[in-house]
């Protein structure tokens, strides 16, 4: 009851922002916030998931990072994790790994991010229709993956809303990658890097 619940709860909320990207009403609400917490979130929630199907998550994080930030920090984890969520999703075996790094334009840092998976991949003549609504691939295959078609494209237009860009390519039976890239303020000068540390050495973070 509680796993379909939840489910219900994910596809009413998917709808509702779909709603509102369609009519313009998405806002962005930036906050100050901590890439190392957000980030050891996303591991956590992503991490136990994977578990369950013995798939390793590997976070790969650049510790020059800036860790400060002022952004829409609910839109940039609900971003990461329909990927890495996706990844998990349509992998089998293997890993799925995010990657990300930045480039500083004075106080705005344009963070680069890639989630890597080895799972079925998808075929070249669907992805032009990656991010379109409602669009599923390979039905037969995947008939017992659950899920909207929703996900890749909310992700799509939350990306452009914030200035950003995104991009995918995959071979089918061996993978895929999506990397997006997104500008935010930096609000200070302390780096992620002996934070991540600190997470990554403990067996499972906290």
């Not at 939350?158 to 993978?175: N, T």
Request: hydrophobic share 40%; glycine share 10%; net charge negative.
């Amino acid at each position: 009851v509680k796993d379909s619940s939840m489910m219900l709860l994910n596809i009413v909320n998917d709808i509702l922002d779909s709603s509102k990207i369609e009519s313009g009403m998405m806002e962005l609400i930036p906050v100050k916030y901590d890439l190392g917490s957000l980030l050891n979130d996303l591991y956590n929630m992503i991490n136990l998931k994977a578990k369950e199907k013995g798939v390793e998550v590997i976070f790969d994080i650049s510790p020059e990072l800036p860790s400060g930030y002022n952004g829409d920090d609910k839109r940039i984890r609900q971003i990461l994790l329909n990927l890495l969520t996706n990844a998990v999703k349509y992998t089998e075996r293997g890993t799925v790994t995010l990657k990300m790094e930045g480039r500083l334009h004075g106080d705005v840092a344009v963070l680069s991010c890639a989630v890597i998976d080895t799972g079925i991949g998808i075929k070249e003549e669907e992805m032009s229709l990656l991010f379109e609504n409602f669009s599923r691939f390979d039905i037969s295959a995947n008939r017992n993956i659950e899920g909207t078609g929703l996900g890749l494209a909310i992700t799509y237009n939350l990306v452009r809303i914030m200035g950003g860009e995104i991009a995918a390519e995959s071979e089918y039976g061996k993978g895929s990658v999506f990397k997006i890239s997104v500008p935010q303020k930096v609000t200070g000068e302390d780096v992620v890097g002996t934070e991540w540390d600190k997470i990554s050495e403990s067996e499972t973070p906290v």
